[in-house]
């Protein structure tokens, strides 16, 4: 039996949009924005994604952080009229009531899941964004978190949660500082550095279960058939050295990577 070919994954969301990347670029992206400070660069992840949701008080980041981000400040008014998400989900409790009737009078959907106690607000409005898209175009969707790391631990926690929930879909999460996603130990994958705007440190971690085995290329240290557990061995400060990292591994594992500064 054919071996299936790899999963091949692209920062091109740090990039700035342009004819070349528009070009070469199959992806769908969707943005939910979670309540921490955004990230420098969201004005451009808002400008790749097709759908865009805030997780109830992420629309107070939104609405706070966004002037700041893309004016310093000035014409903050007409910022917030021209990022207006098309939804805010969860359970309400966060939001700012003026935050609210602001989105609202502007035609943003509210979808008050105040009943649902048992899922996150991420969880949340991931199951929204998959129940829109068409099922033809889930392959080449990629779920886009802002806010997703820093803050509280146990947030965070249940954000990488969540990435083992959905382990099918292609969901990165966000910081300034670096991201993170899951590589599903049924497929191998390939990694295109963006060197501009990602790395050189990075990571790969074992998640849910240890790993008996997983061998990369492309690492200033690559495993080689190398088991990776909590309590031995886990790939924390690496070095992405070239263009392309690769990865096979017999269980799901977390890759990250640095982002860079000048990146927004």
Not at 109 to 126: A, F, M, V, W
Request: glycine share 8%; hydrophobic share 35%; aromatic share 6%.
């Amino acid at each position: 039996m054919a071996e299936n070919p790899p999963i091949t994954h692209r920062s091109t969301f740090l990039l700035p949009i342009n004819d070349d990347v528009t070009a070469s670029e199959t992806t769908t992206y969707a943005l939910i924005i979670l309540n921490q400070r955004l990230p420098r660069f969201s004005p451009l992840l808002w400008e790749h994604a097709k759908v865009r949701l805030c997780a109830d008080g992420g629309a107070n980041r939104l609405f706070d952080d966004m002037p700041e981000l893309c004016c310093d400040g000035k014409d903050v008014s007409g910022v917030r009229e021209r990022y207006k998400p098309d939804v805010i989900k969860g359970d309400m409790d966060s939001i700012r009531p003026e935050v609210l009737d602001f989105y609202r009078n502007l035609g943003t959907k509210i979808i008050d899941n105040s009943d649902d106690q048992d899922t996150t607000d991420l969880h949340k409005c991931i199951a929204y964004i998959l129940d829109i898209v068409s099922d033809d175009r889930k392959s080449n969707l990629c779920i886009l978190v802002a806010g997703a790391l820093g803050g509280r631990f146990d947030h965070e926690m249940g954000n990488v949660n969540t990435l083992c929930r959905f382990s099918t879909t292609r969901i990165v999460l966000l910081s300034d500082d670096c991201l993170i996603q899951l590589l599903p130990g049924t497929r191998h994958h390939e990694i295109n550095i963006m060197s501009s705007v990602e790395g050189p440190h990075c990571g790969l971690i074992p998640i849910g279960t240890p790993c008996g085995s997983s061998t990369t290329t492309g690492l200033q240290w690559n495993l080689d058939n190398t088991e990776m557990r909590f309590g031995g061995l886990v790939s924390t400060s690496n070095i992405a050295k070239g263009e392309t990292v690769t990865v096979r591994s017999d269980s799901d594992l977390l890759w990250t990577i640095s982002l860079k500064k000048n990146n927004h």
